[in-house]
């Protein structure tokens, strides 16, 4: 591990001198191998190494032979029959280059991610040329997505088909094309700042989870390491120069022997088990767990791969397949792995016992496939067994010597298990002693879905779900003289058209000018920030209806999670409210949260709506475009004002007149919000009723976000007010 930012100059920290992270190595080199896996996506807290170790990775690849003025990439040996740039037919030029890094940059736009129509020749020479766009330029190397959980969700989805079919379709401005574009995929995230959606997270072929080392030993290590490299790049990558170089060359060894190693029908039948036992949805973890392994056995320089092969892959393609709920903790639980691959041991055995009853003695080859993997292990796997049960002190890179690169990879997949940090961190959480008093009970989330809560008019704020936005992904609906973004071809056309005798146009371009231009305005979706204003008071304390309050808080905060939203939890109870969870990208954060809400106490509801306030105003200074929805849960009680010096007699009616106030300061603000009635029983005071009239905010019953009542859409509020300067 080495410190996140890398050198200003041209020279990239040694791949080789990286210490521990063995999973992320190993991952990275085995789609080095055999690119089809469908690339690693590098989870971890800010600060441990993951941009700098994938960008000492592409000094690793290979050279690679191009096309001569391709600008595809194109292989000479096998060009690209439908080059943008073809066809390449009889002997063409080629020229020599090294693997390519191309970074995508989060505020990149689908232009520059696919490429895009050549306007300007095209409207002044009357040609239609194509500029390509990154997809291009990664082709037959690597494509690195910094901080890819905070890219607009269509070009994830862009990039993704991309790397699962090899190729880029391009189909937009009149260009219908598509070139060849098979490259290494990497995307790094820190999960603090939010998740991929489960859909997304199953596209990518591994998944790592990195965090810093807590022993001393290693930390020191890395510090040495990164302060010599910034005083001396030059010197220090020269130390490390030959072990890089061994590196390299196993990476194209195993390039060339990955298309030969033999997958056996056992190890078929223990991948299928294992993502069987692991209940992973649709079949993409089978197919890239196969693929690993095969990659995992060529990296380990056999012809055939075995059971240490599926396991080694199991343990990188499994993990983010795991989730079903957005709220679901990644990892692997190492019981359940293991447990996995006995069981799938048992029915090869069994498969390959019935098949020899079945030959009736004769010679059958799989009885020798049996016999091998009996004991899950193959007679090829001697000379990788030191290096498995090395553990993770060295690494790659422990030594300056050329066995460091040899043995950090092997040993790092074959015999270690991932790191555990989400496991660890969770292993505490319901067991400590100061638990809360209330908890949501597991059986009453299933039973509630959110309504869908939407701020009407049009914001600009960040790319989301939830409401309607002026864009620049979004879809054309209008052009326009004065505004809009990207040029709106057909109607700087027709704009332009009904003048060209005027103008003297003789050849086959158009005459244009300044006024002819027109922009396409776009309308799209915004994430929003959803502030919930939870009521735990003594009133609401009673199991089973903060049990229901939760579960619909859950359900809401799942709807946040796919609208990409960012999301804070407000609490009031006792003398005061309380910022339980500051806005945030992390959704199954705030979901943890809500799991461990304490109760109890009197109701100051007119602190918390204030609280509530305080919070939204500092958002609008952090991030004046995302506008806010306030979701306030409480069934209206109050019992603690804001000041509490009052007569006691006057104390309950005074509360309730400063929540009133409190909600009339909030909709002054222009806040958009929901009041969801909590209050339950024969008799029902209202309460809840006339908050939302201050707040100017429908009010729903909780037993309306039930799964059985859920119809239509509701409006957060009449109008949007526009936001204060």
Same mark, same amino acid.
């Given at each position: 591990?080495?410190?996140?930012?890398?050198?200003?100059?041209?020279?990239?920290?040694?791949?080789?001198?990286? %210490?521990? #992270?063995?999973? /992320?190595?190993?991952?990275?080199?085995?789609?080095?191998?055999?690119?089809?896996?469908?690339?690693?996506?590098?989870?971890?807290?800010?600060?441990?190494?993951?941009?700098?170790?994938?960008? *000492?990775?592409?000094? /690793?690849?290979?050279?690679?032979?191009?096309?001569?003025?391709?600008?595809?990439?194109?292989?000479?040996?096998?060009?690209?029959?439908?080059?943008?740039?073809?066809?390449?037919?009889?002997?063409?030029?080629?020229?020599?280059?090294?693997?390519?890094?191309?970074?995508?940059?989060?505020?990149?736009?689908?232009?520059?991610?696919?490429?895009?129509?050549? %306007?300007?020749?095209?409207?002044?020479?009357?040609?239609?040329?194509?500029?390509?766009?990154?997809?291009?330029?990664?082709?037959?190397?690597?494509?690195?997505?910094?901080?890819?959980?905070? @890219?607009?969700? #269509?070009?994830?989805?862009?990039?993704?088909?991309?790397?699962?079919?090899?190729?880029?379709?391009?189909?937009?401005?009149?260009?219908?094309?598509?070139?060849?574009?098979?490259? @290494?995929?990497?995307?790094?995230?820190?999960?603090?700042?939010?998740?991929?959606?489960?859909?997304?997270?199953?596209?990518?072929?591994?998944?790592?989870?990195?965090?810093?080392?807590?022993?001393?030993?290693?930390?020191?290590?890395?510090?040495?390491?990164?302060?010599?490299?910034?005083?001396?790049?030059?010197?220090?990558?020269?130390?490390?120069?030959?072990?890089?170089?061994?590196?390299?060359?196993?990476? *194209?060894?195993?390039?060339?022997?990955?298309?030969?190693?033999?997958?056996?029908?056992?190890?078929?039948?223990?991948?299928?088990?294992?993502?069987?036992?692991?209940?992973?949805?649709?079949?993409?973890?089978?197919?890239?767990? *196969?693929?690993?392994?095969?990659?995992?056995?060529?990296?380990?320089?056999?012809?055939?791969?075995?059971?240490?092969?599926?396991?080694?892959?199991?343990?990188?393609?499994?993990?983010?397949?795991?989730?079903?709920?957005?709220?679901?903790?990644?990892?692997?639980?190492?019981?359940?792995?293991?447990?996995?691959?006995?069981?799938?041991?048992?029915?090869?055995?069994?498969?390959?016992?019935?098949?020899?009853?079945?030959?009736?003695?004769?010679?059958?080859?799989?009885?020798?496939?049996?016999?091998?993997?009996?004991?899950?292990?193959?007679?090829?796997?001697?000379?990788?067994?030191?290096?498995?049960?090395?553990?993770?002190?060295?690494?790659?890179?422990?030594?300056?010597?050329?066995?460091?690169?040899?043995?950090?990879?092997?040993?790092?997949?074959?015999?270690?298990?991932?790191?555990?940090?989400?496991?660890?961190?969770?292993?505490?959480?319901?067991?400590?002693?100061?638990? +809360?008093?209330?908890?949501?009970?597991?059986?009453?989330?299933?039973?509630?879905?959110?309504?869908?809560?939407?701020?009407?008019?049009?914001?600009?704020?960040?790319?989301?779900?939830?409401?309607?936005?002026?864009?620049?992904?979004?879809?054309?609906?209008?052009?326009?003289?004065?505004?809009?973004?990207?040029? #709106?071809?057909?109607?700087?056309?027709?704009?332009?058209?009904?003048?060209?005798?005027?103008?003297?146009?003789?050849?086959?371009?158009?005459?244009?000018?300044?006024?002819?231009?027109?922009?396409?305005?776009?309308?799209?979706?915004?994430?929003?920030?959803?502030?919930?204003?939870?009521?735990?008071?003594?009133?609401?304390?009673?199991?089973?209806?903060?049990?229901?309050?939760?579960?619909?808080?859950?359900?809401?905060?799942?709807?946040?999670?796919?609208?990409?939203? =960012?999301?804070?939890?407000?609490?009031?109870?006792?003398?005061?409210?309380?910022?339980?969870?500051?806005?945030?990208?992390?959704?199954?954060?705030?979901?943890?949260?809500?799991? =461990?809400?304490?109760?109890?106490?009197?109701? +100051? @509801? $007119?602190?918390?709506?204030?609280?509530?306030?305080?919070?939204?105003?500092?958002?609008?200074?952090?991030?004046?475009?995302?506008?806010?929805?306030?979701?306030?849960?409480?069934?209206?009680?109050?019992?603690?004002?804001?000041?509490?010096?009052?007569? =006691?007699?006057?104390?309950?009616? =005074?509360?309730?007149?400063?929540?009133?106030?409190?909600?009339? /300061?909030? $909709?002054?603000?222009?806040?958009?919000?929901?009041?969801?009635?909590?209050?339950?029983?024969?008799?029902?005071?209202?309460?809840?009723?006339?908050?939302?009239?201050? /707040?100017?905010?429908?009010?729903?019953?909780?037993?309306?976000?039930?799964?059985?009542?859920?119809?239509?859409?509701?409006?957060?509020?009449?109008?949007?007010?526009?936001?204060?300067?």
């Amino acid at each position: 591990m080495t410190a996140a930012t890398s050198t200003s100059s041209t020279v990239r920290y040694p791949f080789s001198a990286v %210490v521990g #992270h063995d999973d /992320l190595r190993l991952g990275l080199l085995l789609n080095a191998v055999y690119p089809r896996i469908g690339g690693v996506l590098v989870r971890g807290e800010k600060g441990t190494a993951k941009s700098t170790v994938v960008r *000492a990775l592409a000094s /690793l690849l290979p050279a690679v032979d191009v096309v001569e003025n391709c600008r595809f990439g194109c292989d000479p040996s096998a060009p690209d029959p439908r080059c943008p740039d073809g066809p390449h037919d009889g002997e063409v030029g080629r020229t020599r280059r090294a693997a390519q890094l191309v970074e995508l940059p989060v505020g990149a736009s689908e232009d520059r991610l696919v490429g895009s129509l050549d %306007v300007e020749r095209a409207l002044t020479e009357g040609v239609r040329a194509y500029q390509p766009g990154l997809l291009a330029a990664a082709h037959r190397g690597v494509l690195y997505v910094d901080e890819v959980n905070l @890219l607009h969700d #269509h070009l994830v989805d862009l990039l993704l088909d991309a790397a699962a079919m090899g190729r880029a379709h391009v189909e937009r401005e009149g260009v219908s094309l598509s070139h060849a574009a098979s490259f @290494l995929l990497v995307g790094t995230m820190n999960p603090e700042e939010g998740e991929l959606r489960p859909q997304l997270l199953d596209r990518f072929g591994l998944t790592v989870q990195v965090s810093a080392s807590r022993e001393v030993e290693t930390r020191t290590e890395v510090v040495r390491r990164r302060l010599r490299f910034d005083a001396d790049p030059v010197g220090f990558s020269a130390e490390w120069a030959e072990s890089d170089a061994e590196l390299a060359r196993r990476i *194209a060894d195993a390039r060339s022997r990955v298309d030969s190693v033999e997958l056996p029908s056992s190890e078929v039948r223990r991948i299928a088990s294992v993502c069987a036992s692991f209940e992973v949805d649709g079949m993409r973890a089978d197919l890239v767990l *196969a693929r690993a392994a095969v990659a995992h056995a060529a990296w380990r320089g056999v012809n055939a791969v075995a059971a240490t092969d599926v396991e080694a892959a199991a343990r990188l393609a499994l993990p983010h397949r795991r989730r079903r709920d957005p709220f679901d903790e990644p990892g692997m639980d190492e019981q359940q792995l293991q447990q996995a691959l006995e069981d799938a041991a048992s029915e090869v055995e069994a498969e390959e016992s019935s098949a020899g009853e079945t030959a009736e003695g004769t010679a059958d080859p799989g009885g020798s496939a049996g016999e091998s993997g009996s004991d899950g292990s193959d007679g090829n796997e001697g000379p990788e067994d030191g290096p498995e049960d090395d553990g993770s002190g060295g690494g790659v890179g422990g030594s300056p010597d050329g066995d460091g690169p040899d043995e950090g990879p092997g040993g790092g997949a074959g015999g270690n298990a991932p790191a555990e940090g989400p496991s660890g961190e969770n292993g505490t959480g319901d067991g400590s002693g100061s638990a +809360p008093e209330e908890r949501t009970s597991g059986a009453t989330e299933p039973d509630f879905r959110a309504r869908m809560l939407e701020i009407p008019g049009l914001g600009e704020g960040a790319p989301g779900r939830r409401s309607r936005s002026r864009s620049r992904t979004g879809q054309v609906v209008r052009a326009s003289a004065v505004d809009g973004h990207g040029v #709106h071809l057909q109607a700087t056309l027709a704009a332009a058209a009904p003048h060209q005798c005027a103008r003297g146009r003789t050849g086959p371009g158009l005459r244009l000018r300044p006024e002819d231009l027109r922009h396409g305005v776009r309308e799209g979706r915004e994430g929003n920030l959803v502030l919930f204003a939870v009521d735990a008071s003594g009133s609401m304390a009673a199991r089973e209806r903060m049990s229901a309050v939760s579960g619909a808080v859950l359900a809401l905060l799942r709807d946040a999670y796919q609208r990409r939203d =960012k999301v804070g939890v407000v609490t009031f109870r006792g003398s005061s409210g309380e910022v339980t969870l500051p806005p945030t990208s992390s959704v199954d954060t705030a979901a943890a949260r809500m799991r =461990k809400l304490p109760t109890g106490g009197k109701t +100051p @509801l $007119a602190d918390g709506l204030l609280t509530a306030r305080r919070v939204i105003r500092t958002e609008r200074m952090r991030d004046p475009q995302r506008r806010p929805l306030l979701v306030v849960l409480t069934d209206g009680k109050a019992t603690v004002g804001v000041d509490s010096g009052d007569e =006691k007699a006057n104390r309950g009616r =005074k509360a309730v007149d400063d929540a009133l106030r409190s909600a009339g /300061l909030l $909709a002054e603000l222009g806040v958009a919000s929901v009041v969801v009635d909590c209050e339950s029983g024969p008799i029902r005071l209202g309460l809840a009723d006339r908050l939302a009239r201050g /707040l100017g905010a429908p009010n729903l019953r909780l037993s309306e976000l039930s799964a059985d009542n859920v119809a239509g859409v509701v409006r957060a509020a009449r109008t949007a007010g526009p936001v204060p300067a």
